[in-house]
Structure formats: C-alpha cells, structure tokens
C-alpha cells in the first residue's frame, strides 16, 4: 500500500448516503490547481473525512483512490476510530447518514489514520528498507554470537553484515591468545584449525671443547628453523630458534635438536 | 425607551435577496435560506421531501435527458430518462414494472432532446427524441406487461393487452364469415373502421378491419367462421402491418415504387410516413429499410433518393413495419404476428419474469437531422443544435450537412421527413441558418404564434406565413442578449439564463409591450449568480414557481442546487440541495433527475427526502438579512427579548439563533421542541414567570392542532441587553419528518443613551 500526502480543497458530498453505503459522490474532484484529483495523487490508500456544516459530527472513512474518477468512489472502510491506534478499525456507532451539500468532505485532511500509516510506514521501512552495510555503505548490520564470532562469520541469519559487541569482543579476547611455556627439548602442541601460532624455543649449548653445531626446531619432524652456532673452548653459546604457521587441527612435538636449559614458548592466536 | 419590531409574513415573502448591502436589504427579506420554502400563508418553513420513483439506480451516470410522453388518447403517461447509454421508461399506468428499459447503445452520456408529436399524417402519436449522434428517432411509447413467464426460445409471448385502452365499439354480430361481422341496424358510417381492428372477444382473435358498410365489418380473415360472437371495435397498440406475397415487383422510375398485383398494401396496414424492412427480394438491392411516402393499395412510393433495382414478381417478398419489435427484460426482439389480443409471434423468445414490461422498439430516422433541441411549432418538428444532417446543395442536390447554428424544419404535420424539394413548396421541410451571435442553438421553443430560436447571444423569432408560399418568417429579437442552455418554458413567460448569469424571463413585461421583452428577474440574486456555475442550467415552471438547478461553484462538476423563483410573490425562496439534470412533471407531479446519478425523483412529497424505506432528513437554514440599528444622536440600541410565532408539529425541533454585527457565530441559540409532552393547551410552554429566571427558557403558549396536524405557538425569549448596531434573527432545523413554519419574528429593541465610546469616532 502506498499513501501520498495531498492537501485538497474541501468538497461537499453530492448525494446523501446512509450509515451502510459503500459508496459515496462528491461536488467536484478539483484539486487545488483546478486540476481533477487522480488516483496517482493518492497513492493506493486514502482517507476521507466527512463532517456536518456546523461542525458537531464527524466520520472518518478509507476510499480506494483508484475510484476517485468515477461519479460513485467506492469505501472501503467506514466509521474509522477517531483516535491512531489502529487504520482499519470501524465502529458501527461511527458509521452515520450524510446528507447531500450539507455534508463537507476532506478528502486531503490529516486523519489519525494517515499519522498511524506513516508510523507504520516508518517502522517497517527503517528495516525493509534500509541499505545493509558494506566496507563502502552506511547501513544496517546484525550482531554476532558468540559462535558466529568464534566462527568469523561475515553475515548473520538476516543477510546483514556482522558486527561483534564489546562484550563479546571482551570474553573473547582473553581466549583468543593462549601462550605456552615449556622447560625441555620437546612440546606436544595441539592446535584448532585456523589456530595461528608463533613458537620461539632458547637454550645454550656447550660442546665440550671448541667447534661449531647445528641446533633445529622441527614441528611434526619438519624443521622450521635452524641455527648454526659456534662454541670457543669451554664456553656455551646461547641460541634462539622461531617460527610462524598456521598448523591446522592435530597434536604434534615441537623439538629442539639439542641444548641446555631449553625453554619452548608456543603462542597461539585463534580460538 | 423600549419598542417592538415585528417581521411578519408579508416580509418573509421578500425572499432571499442577494444584490443590495446586507443593512440595505428590506427587512425581512434573507441573507440565507437553504432548504426553505415560503407558504401559501407567507411563513418560512423547511423545503418540501422527494421521493425515488422505482427502485434505485446506481449508475454512475447523470441523467441527461427526462421527458414525460402524453398521449392523446388514454390516461397513461411515460416519463422517459436518459443515462449513460440507455434510454428508459416508467409508465404511469404500469408502474409495478417499476423501469423499463426501451433502447440502449446510445453514445454515452450524450445529452437527449425530447419533442412530442400529437394528430399528424399517421393519425399516431410519437415521442421524437435524438442525442445529435445517433439517428432521430420515433417512439409509440405502448407498454404492456408479461402475463405470466416466459420461457426461452417460445414462439408465443403473452402480455397483458396489444390493445389501446379504448372500445369503440362493442356489439354482437347477427351474421358471420371467417372475414365479416354484421350487425343489426345500420350504425356506422362507410369505412369509419377502417385501419382498427376488431377484436373477439371470445377467442380474443383480433384482425384488421379492411373495410365496413353501415352494418358489416370486413377484416382479414380469421381462418374459418367465428359465429356471431361478441365483439369489439378496438385500436391496436403496437404497430403491425405485414405483407409478404409473391405479387411483389420493384420498379425503377424515380421516385421508385413497390407495386403489388395482389393490391394487398393497404389491407396489410401499410400507411405513408411508415418505415418498412423489405426482404426476400431476389435482387439485394431491394432489400432494406425505407421510408413510405405514399401508399396505394397497389404501389408504395419511396423517397425520391431511394434507388432501386428494377425486378419483377415472382419472388416471395415481405414487407413489414420497421417498428415491429418488442422490448422485455432489457432485450429487443422483432414480432411477426398478433394473432391474439395478448400475444406477439416471434421467432424464439428470450426469457422473461411475469409482470417484466414489454414496449414497442424505437424506430430510427438515420437521414434525419441529428440535433437535440427539439420544438413542436404548429405541428412541425424544428430541431436545433445538429450535429449532422442531410440537406440540399446550391444545385439542389442531397449531400451530408453540419450546422449547429441552423434549424431544421419538418414538413407539416409530418414529424419524419424533413425534406424538400430543390424548389421548396409550402408544407415541405426547410432549413434556417442563423449566422447571428455565433455558436450553436441551445434551443427552441414555441410561445405564443411563433417558435423562439436561442443561441448564446442571440434570440430570433420564426413563424411560417400562413399563405402559399409558407415561408419562414424570421425577426431577430434581442442581440447579444441569449440563453446559455436550455430555456424553462412557463405559462406566460420563457425564462432562461445569460453568459453573464442573469436569469431572464422573456415575455410582454408590460401591458403596452408589443414586443416581446426581456427582464432579469434574478437581479435581486445577483451576488450570489455570479458565484454559481450555470453552464448545465435547467429548470421547470410548476405551479407558481420556477424551479432551475445550476452548480453552486464554477467548478463544482455537475448541477447540486435548485432555486426556486415565486411567481407569485416575485422573489426567491430559497436555494434547495438538488443537483437536478432535468425536471418534468408525471400525472402532474414535480419530478427531477439527479445530474450526478440516473434516479428520478418526486419532488414536494413530504418531510424528508426518502430513498425505499431511508428517510434521510432535511437541513433547513434562514437567516434575515442584518438589519441596522443604528440609531440618530448619541443614542444606541439594544435587544433583551425576541418573539417567535408560528406552527408546530410533535417531533419537531428548531434551533433559533440571532446575530450581530456580522459574525457568523450567534449570540443567542436556543432549541424549541415540540414535544407532545411540552404541548399544554393554552399554558405556558415549560416555564412561567417568577419560576424561572427570565431568559433561562422561552415562555409562551401553544394552541391545539390545527386541521393540518400543527400547533400554532407563540413565545418570547428574554436575554441580557444585547447592545449592537447590526442584528439578523433565523433559525434551522435538521431531521425527517420535521414540521413547522415560522410565521412572525418579534424584536424588543431598546435605544439608550451610547457610552460606548469605541463607536463614536472623534474628529
């Protein structure tokens, strides 16, 4: 239904009609311009006010604006509630006789009805009708669970855009990043998938006289880093090994190829 | 120094007056009077109701043509109106049949002129009507009733009577034959029934009579004897004649004829102005519809233009009136026979409800002038406002003409045939342009011993010279003075309405007129005129007043208003919520077609304005003009009492109100009830002095009902000074079934010393 807001000269009803017409005629369908009213000037929906010449009874009514032409305009609601709460409620007590060039008729008046149509109106375009949000467009979004957040899912149920709330964003954020620290040349480390994860592993090395060797940090058997070191008589040398990945679901060993005093440091991002 | 001031019904009879300053208005003529009617007795009261005539129509469409057909014989009357496409009839002696419908498939919402023709060639009476697009039509205007149901495809339909009303005759025979009566005694004259019909009453077989002697009837036989039955002489209401014959040759001699060996054109009912179908003709040619101009028993002449081909007998032809069809339930359907005085032959019937009415079908002149201001001037038709029409070139030849500045002229005493010859002799049709004031005809109509022709700004008279030659004899008769629509003819007068919204009358004004003159009886409405919009402007003359329906705004779509002119007292009464689209009078009743609707209504019925069992109420509104009080010297004048006199019924309320100083908004406003329970023969109303503070309720007393059911009351108002310089008194009223009239107005006015320093202006 579409309604457009018209301002229209009064009119006079051109023959009586009772509290059970359906149909009513007016003086003139002229609007203001001199111009006869369309329907396009309404809309799809239109109300109509019907008072007495000394102004002591009233009926608000709705007509179909597609009739507006036509010598008989066809109601198709009389005795509308005089207040807003709803539009299409009638009460018989409302519906009254009118008579001919006594009755005037406001076919552009401001009824309860119209305010109660824009509300609703407003109410459902502000949702229907709105733009959703993008990275380029202002709009509407819809918040995120717990679980679209855990998943980083981009749209909700309703086709919007997520958006994540603080106190979701707080429970999470303690979560997100976990850090492990482990004492010795092995760490069984479990991920989830889309885990990301930085591993650091120190330690110093004494060979026993001088020389040079090669210490390894491998996850799952695949060397990730590598350190060449080169130790003076009777002196340790200090190493430090680290990489990133994203390891994907599973539980495997992070080893350290030799050293004293190793310590793993496993940091991982995700939940 | 107090004093009374009294309207009364002498100045209520003022009327409603619009021209002068509200204080210069006489006093008691009024500023409003909305639904108001001056009596008899010169009181003020509501308006009369209006009735629906028939069961309600809710068509979008305005009337746009209402007519009533009086025939001259008989007591039927037919009201006939015209909406969107159709064309139909209430009859006044049928009116269980309540609307009928007699054509449609007209050009929508065309507007339709109506003209009777009474007596002319074919001894009939016609309703001639046209809507300028459509062809001139001519209507029998007979209507009869189904008698029982009729079913589908049936080759019988049985109504109620064929016959016309009157028996002319009714005897017993002596003597018989399948083609004879004879009766005793000699008590006719040769061939007086000739053309009627006898009707046996009996078996109810009706025949043409063909010839008769002083004491014997021949008519066309009955098949076999009928024994000397009783019998009547009788006048077939729907038209008939019939001739079909292998007898039948065309002959190409311009004019050409239809010969018949067999001589059987007049037994068979053929007269001249008849409109025939001819069929069976081996040539097609000679197949269709003509137009009779004269009728022997052996050879019909048709119109000179009519070019047949030559053929000899031998085929089977028939010839048969155009008009013999029938209308029932909304649907036409030709007839071939009336056996019986209550049946139609017709090749399979439609069906039709018992009692649905059944009328004889138009017949259509489409060579005739397409006009739709029609007039009936010593019995030639002048049409005026045509839109298409057939008319003589300057060598004399028929060509397509298009002049809505010229009329049209029938031939005397013919309603059909316009025509004439390339040298016009007297009785033949004519055609009279009128190059003056521009524009179309808006009409014609004949008053006194001439035809009145109006244009926009122009008016001519015309008569024919009753001589030879029968000329028009034309005289302008007032230039730039002219009728914006139709004319209300009235017993003496023609009253019409200018361009410039004068509503003007048009007779001799003056005793030592010899001229007819104009006068603008609407000048005390001036103000008020030129607000309205008067482009559909129609009217009525009724009894002593003058009813015309305009648009109360120049942009209001269709007429809404009527006012209404008192002859008797000159002036106005009041303006009435009717939106009329034309007015006519049936059994001599008021009628009005709605303009924004197809209902016709009675008008003047009662109290309320009543559609099948809705009573839908009256608004009625008066207010007098404000009169001054101003008074000489320093004084100033009040009032602090008002009079009320008049009649009352039980039921009834009325609001009085007074005003001053021109607001809209009362300073007094009161109800008056006239309860039963308030009516206390000669006491006081409700209240009496010294019970009740003055000016709380009205004191007065109220008499026993009249012979009209009223009561007549009379009471006084007190109220608390009201000092004013302008004051106007009325009252109003809203409901069905309200009765009253207000009869006296009464003012206690009281002048005083002014120490009102804001109305003195210092200088």
């Known amino acids: ?271 | 120094m107090a004093k009374d001031f009294y309207i009364d019904s002498e100045n209520f009879k003022y009327g409603l007056e619009a021209l002068s300053d509200t204080t210069k208005a006489r006093a008691g003529s009024a500023r409003v009077m909305k639904n108001c009617i001056i009596t008899d007795r010169g009181g003020i009261a509501p308006r009369l109701g209006t009735t629906l005539l028939g069961a309600e129509n809710t068509s979008a469409f305005g009337i746009k043509g209402i007519y009533t057909f009086r025939k001259s014989f008989g007591t039927n009357e037919v009201m006939v109106k015209c909406y969107d496409d159709e064309m139909e009839a209430y009859s006044k002696n049928h009116a269980g049949a309540g609307w009928f419908k007699v054509k449609d498939g007209y050009t929508q919402n065309s507007e339709h002129g109506f003209v009777t023709s009474l007596v002319n060639v074919d001894n009939q009476d016609y309703l001639i009507s046209c809507n300028r697009f459509e062809p001139y039509q001519r209507w029998r205007g007979e209507v009869t009733q189904l008698n029982g149901a009729v079913s589908a495809a049936a080759t019988t339909v049985t109504v109620d009577s064929n016959l016309a009303s009157d028996i002319f005759e009714s005897k017993t025979a002596t003597a018989n034959s399948a083609t004879t009566l004879t009766v005793a005694g000699t008590p006719w004259a040769t061939n007086q029934w000739v053309g009627f019909y006898v009707h046996i009453t009996g078996t109810g077989k009706i025949r043409r009579i063909t010839s008769n002697t002083s004491s014997v009837i021949t008519f066309n036989t009955l098949g076999g004897s009928p024994g000397n039955v009783a019998f009547e002489v009788r006048q077939l209401a729907f038209p008939f004649a019939k001739r079909s014959a292998t007898t039948i040759a065309f002959v190409d001699s311009n004019p050409d004829t239809i010969t018949d060996s067999g001589n059987g054109f007049l037994t068979a009912g053929f007269k001249a102005g008849d409109r025939i179908i001819i069929s069976g003709a081996a040539q097609a040619a000679n197949n269709g519809t003509f137009n009779i101009v004269t009728v022997t028993a052996g050879t019909i002449t048709l119109e000179a233009e009519i070019a047949l081909t030559a053929e000899t007998a031998g085929a089977t032809v028939t010839i048969v009136l155009a008009s013999m069809s029938i209308t029932y339930a909304g649907i036409t359907i030709p007839y071939t026979d009336v056996d019986l005085a209550t049946t139609f032959t017709v090749g399979s019937a439609h069906a039709g409800a018992d009692n649905v009415a059944v009328t004889v079908t138009p017949e259509l002149y489409p060579q005739n002038p397409r006009g739709n201001r029609l007039g009936n001037f010593l019995n030639r038709i002048v049409v005026g406002n045509v839109r298409s029409a057939m008319a003589r070139d300057a060598g004399g030849a028929q060509q397509g003409f298009a002049s809505a500045g010229s009329y049209f002229v029938s031939k005397l005493n013919n309603p059909v045939d316009f025509r004439f010859a390339a040298t016009r002799v007297a009785g033949e049709g004519d055609i009279v342009s009128t190059p003056y004031g521009g524009g179309d005809i808006t009409d014609i109509v004949p008053q006194e011993d001439v035809a009145y022709i109006f244009k926009k700004n122009y008016i001519e008279s015309v008569k024919y010279s009753q001589d030879a030659n029968d000329l028009a004899v034309r005289e302008p008769l007032k230039a730039e003075v002219g009728s914006i629509n139709r004319v209300i003819k009235g017993a003496d007068d023609l009253y019409f309405m200018t361009t410039d919204k004068r509503l003007t009358s048009i007779g001799r004004v003056a005793a030592r007129d010899i001229k007819p003159q104009t006068e603008n009886i609407g000048l005390v409405l001036k103000r008020l005129l030129d607000t309205y919009g008067v482009d559909e402007f129609v009217g009525i003359e009724h009894e002593h007043r003058v009813y015309f329906s305009v648009k109360s705004t120049t942009t209001t779509a269709k007429n809404d208003i009527t006012l209404v002119y008192n002859k008797l007292s000159e002036s106005f009464e009041g303006i009435w919520d009717i939106g009329s689209g034309g007015f006519t009078r049936l059994n001599n009743l008021l009628y009005y077609g709605e303009s924004n609707g197809a209902n016709i209504y009675q008008m003047l019925t009662g109290k309320a304005d009543v559609v099948g069992v809705t009573r839908y109420p009256i608004v009625s509104k008066y207010a007098t003009h404000f009169m001054n009080l101003t008074a000489s010297k320093a004084n100033i004048q009040a009032l602090n009492s008002l009079y009320f006199e008049g009649y009352i019924k039980g039921g009834t309320t009325i609001t009085f109100k007074a005003w001053k100083d021109f607001s809209d908004e009362p300073f007094l406003q009161f109800n008056f009830e006239g309860t039963e329970t308030s009516f206390l023969d000669g006491a006081e109303l409700s209240a009496s002095m010294g019970t009740e503070s003055l000016a709380l309720r009205p004191l007065g007393t109220i008499s026993d009902p009249d012979p009209e059911g009223r009561r007549h009351f009379k009471f006084r108002v007190y109220f608390p000074f009201q000092y004013m310089n302008f004051f106007s008194v009325g009252h109003e009223s809203s409901g069905a079934d309200l009765d009253f009239e207000i009869t006296r107005y009464g003012f206690m006015v009281k002048e005083d010393v002014s120490m009102n320093q804001l109305k003195v202006k210092s200088i």
């Not at chain 1, 198709?76 to 005037?104: C, P």
């Not at chain 1, 733009?131 to 855990?150: D, L």
């Not at chain 1, 010795?184 to 650091?200: K, N, P, Y």
């Not at chain 1, 590598?226 to 599973?250: K, N």
């Open chain 1, 1 to 271: 239904m579409s309604l457009n807001f018209i301002t229209i000269p009064t009119k006079r009803l051109g023959a009586n009609i009772t509290a059970a017409s359906t149909s009513f005629k007016l003086s003139d369908i002229l609007g203001w311009d001199g111009v006869a009213l369309t329907a396009a000037d309404f809309g799809t929906q239109a109300f109509a006010v019907f008072r007495n010449d000394s102004n002591t009874v009233m009926e608000i009514m709705e007509f179909d604006p597609a009739t507006i032409a036509s010598t008989n305009i066809t109601i198709t609601r009389r005795g509308l509630k005089f207040n807003s709460d709803t539009i299409t409620t009638e009460v018989t007590n409302n519906k009254l006789t009118w008579i001919k060039n006594e009755t005037l008729v406001e076919i552009g008046t401001n009824t309860p009805q119209m305010y109660q149509w824009l509300k609703n109106y407003i109410d459902g375009v502000a949702i229907a009708g709105a733009a959703e949000a993008s990275t380029t467009v202002k709009g509407i979004v819809e918040q995120a669970t717990q679980a679209e957040t855990n998943a980083g899912t981009e749209t909700g149920a309703t086709g919007a855009k997520l958006f994540v709330s603080p106190n979701i964003l707080l429970s999470n954020l303690g979560s997100f990043i976990t850090i492990e620290t482990i004492a010795g040349l092995t760490h069984s480390l479990t991920t989830t998938a889309g885990q990301r994860v930085i591993v650091w592993a120190k330690g110093d090395l004494h060979i026993g006289g001088s020389g040079s060797a090669t210490i390894t940090l491998q996850y799952n058997s695949v060397t990730k880093d590598t350190q060449s070191i080169d130790v003076a008589y009777a002196h340790r040398q200090a190493f430090s090994l680290m990489y990133t990945e994203t390891p994907g679901a599973g539980t495997q060993n992070i080893t350290v190829s030799a050293g004293d005093r190793v310590v793993i440091i496993v940091m991982k991002i995700g939940i």
